[in-house]
């Protein structure tokens, strides 16, 4: 079977893209499936590698020029904008190419963390999106701390903890840079909480995981340059209930929203556990040792097994979607004209 392994890109989790491309590369059973690797430069010119190729600087490696060729499943791990927020998955619809994971719909919904509130049908924090309101206006609203947060944004790139008049200003101005739209919100104070979801109409969950960054929150330093930053407790020590109440929640927001192959559901629980949606990931950091892989390593899917779940889910999606009646309307249409 021909797999494109898409990665890289224009958005700045190029690097994390990298790395999840090298391990899933690295892993993938290659007596089933022969892989076409596809890089994104920054500048969005798209390479096909030949070669050894080189994970950690795909630039010195040899390759020559993509030209669209024929793929029997795509798997494009391009995290953050221009890849996670559906365009990617639109030009494989538009091919004809089964791939990974949520279609585009589902993908620009999820990226977009006011639509995900809404459309979720979860509780969630207090949130607005930014309208001029003055700092003493939304502190009466949401609480004196706040959080700051490009609507449309990931790797809490542009993200800001707001306590004052002054912090408002500053965090306008950062976020303003990553999106013409702020959201801003509620802080949960407790527990920080990913769940892992896999499957099209009949997604199975893991369990949670709880995520202990060492700041006030889990920025991007936490998240990618400080070793020591986090800490991930792979399974989360909490009650059977809570798990199951956990669980229950990602599986309703998996479906509400439409998520098919995979996606991470993150929650932020408060002093009495109460259970917050904070966000929807629908391409989960996916190195080996990411949280979304560990998850289902505990309920014994290995990493390879995971790959090649995912692509069966994307296989079958594709099957459904051809056995519906849209050929027929485009026939009906050509007949009509
Ligand atoms: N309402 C909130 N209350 C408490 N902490 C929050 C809240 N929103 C975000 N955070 C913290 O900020 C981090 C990044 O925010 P998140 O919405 O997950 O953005 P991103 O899409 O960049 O990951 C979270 O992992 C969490 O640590
Ligand atoms: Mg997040």
Not at 178 to 203: F, H, M, T
Not at 243 to 252: H, R, T
Request: aromatic letters at 10%; one cysteine or more.
């Amino acid at each position: 079977m021909k797999l494109g392994l898409f990665f890289g890109g224009k958005s700045f989790e190029h690097e994390v893209s990298c790395a999840s491309a090298k391990s899933i590369y690295e892993e993938i059973d290659r007596s089933k499936y022969e892989v076409t690797l596809v890089w994104i430069d920054p500048n969005g010119v798209w390479f096909h590698l030949i070669g050894t190729p080189n994970f950690d600087a795909p630039e010195l490696g040899e390759r020559e020029v993509y030209e669209s060729r024929k793929l029997d499943v795509a798997f494009s791990i391009l995290h953050g904008p221009f890849g996670e927020d559906g365009p990617m998955q639109g030009y494989f619809s538009l091919f004809n190419i089964p791939f990974v994971g949520p279609d585009l719909r589902t993908s620009a919904i999820c990226y977009d963390k006011a639509l995900t509130r809404k459309l979720a049908g979860l509780k969630a924090p207090k949130w607005l999106l930014y309208s001029g309101q003055s700092y003493d206006a939304l502190a009466e609203k949401l609480g004196e701390v706040i959080y700051v947060k490009p609507n449309r944004s990931g790797s809490s790139v542009g993200i800001s903890r707001v306590k004052s008049a002054r912090q408002l200003q500053e965090a306008l101005d950062l976020a303003g840079r990553y999106d013409d739209s702020i959201i801003i919100e509620q802080e949960i104070r407790g527990k920080e909480i990913e769940i892992a979801v896999l499957g099209n109409k009949n997604p199975k969950v893991s369990l949670p995981a709880r995520v202990i960054p060492k700041g006030a929150f889990h920025s991007y330093e936490t998240k990618y340059l400080d070793p020591n930053g986090v800490v991930f407790q792979i399974p989360a020590e909490l009650s059977q209930n809570k798990i199951a109440e956990i669980q229950e929640l990602a599986i309703e927001a998996y479906r509400n929203l439409g998520c098919e192959g995979f996606s991470r559901i993150d929650f932020l629980l408060d002093g009495e556990e109460r259970v917050f949606l904070n966000e929807v990931n629908t391409l989960p950091g996916f190195r080996k040792t990411s949280t979304y892989p560990r998850l289902w390593a505990l309920s014994g899917i290995s990493y390879s097994n995971l790959i090649e779940e995912l692509i069966d889910l994307a296989l079958e999606r594709q099957a459904r979607r051809e056995s519906l009646a849209l050929g027929e309307l485009q026939r009906v249409a050509q007949a009509a004209r």
